[in-house]
């Protein structure tokens, strides 16, 4: 059972940034991790990293946001600048294992105002 502790989120004015954090524990077999909102009816992709490093963005993140990791610390950071109200939204971290199982942080608000 892998745990996933989030931190970081909060309300923030347009053109300001904010770090989401999040610490996966109880595995030593994390895979990919990354970080999803929630849009209407699905969570959607907002940066994925594995292990080696390959990063996929999001279109609309892309140039704004910057998701790295800590691979000793099985810990994920989603660095947000430049953020727009339309980013506002519960962020999900999200850890997969090497053995193909998925798991998911409790969620953390982010409210951008403008």
Known sequence: ???LVESGGGLVQ???SLRLSC???GSIFIGAMGW??????KREVV??????GR???AD???GRFTISRDNAKNTVYLQMNSLKPEDTDVYYCNAKT???SDFWGQGTQVTVSS
């Open 55 to 57: 990063i996929v963005y």
């Open 23 to 25: 610490a996966a524990s």
């Open 14 to 16: 347009a053109g300001g």
């Open 1 to 3: 059972q892998v745990q």
């Open 60 to 62: 609309s993140v892309k």
């Open 98 to 100: 090497t053995y193909g």
């Open 47 to 52: 940066a994925v990293i594995t292990t080696n």
């Open 36 to 41: 999803y909102r929630q849009a209407p009816g």
